[in-house]
């Protein structure tokens, strides 16, 4: 069994950046992929961003191409999200999760693993 914990949310204002961060527990992220969601109040959970083992595939919802790079440290056994010119409608609950295999996917339901999420809101 793996936790998953993130780390790193917080209160920035508009175009400030913030650098998440997911920690497994239990065993290692392994060679299964790692993903992030996120679910803002009253709305559906939605994807950001998924990584590859050992990262050389990435993929991004539109809404955070070019400001959001995902990343992951196979040695340090973390998935991270850097978010850069963060704006108000990224405000939500960051969660990542890990999948039972190495491919990326944009579909929460590839993923058996989660952490319990951080807060990110950005102010305007």
């Known amino acids: 069994q793996v936790q998953l914990r993130e780390s790193g949310g917080g209160l920035v204002q508009a175009g400030g950046s913030l650098r998440l961060s997911c920690a497994a527990s239990?065993?290692?992220?392994?060679?299964?992929?790692v993903a992030w969601f996120r679910q803002a109040p009253g709305k559906e959970r939605e994807f950001v961003a998924a990584?590859?083992?050992?990262?050389?595939?990435?993929i991004y919802a539109d809404s955070v191409k070019g400001r959001f790079t995902i990343s992951r440290d196979n040695a340090k056994n973390t998935g991270n999200l850097q978010m850069d010119s963060l704006k108000p409608e990224d405000t939500a609950v960051y969660s990542c999760?890990?999948?039972?295999?190495?491919?990326?996917?944009?579909?929460?339901?590839?993923?058996?693993?989660w952490g319990q999420g951080t807060q990110v809101t950005v102010s305007s």
């Open positions: 239990g065993r290692t992220l392994g060679t299964y992929a």
């Open positions: 990584i590859s083992w050992p990262g050389s595939s990435t």
């Open positions: 999760a890990l999948r039972g295999n190495w491919a990326p996917s944009g579909d929460s339901k590839d993923y058996a693993y």
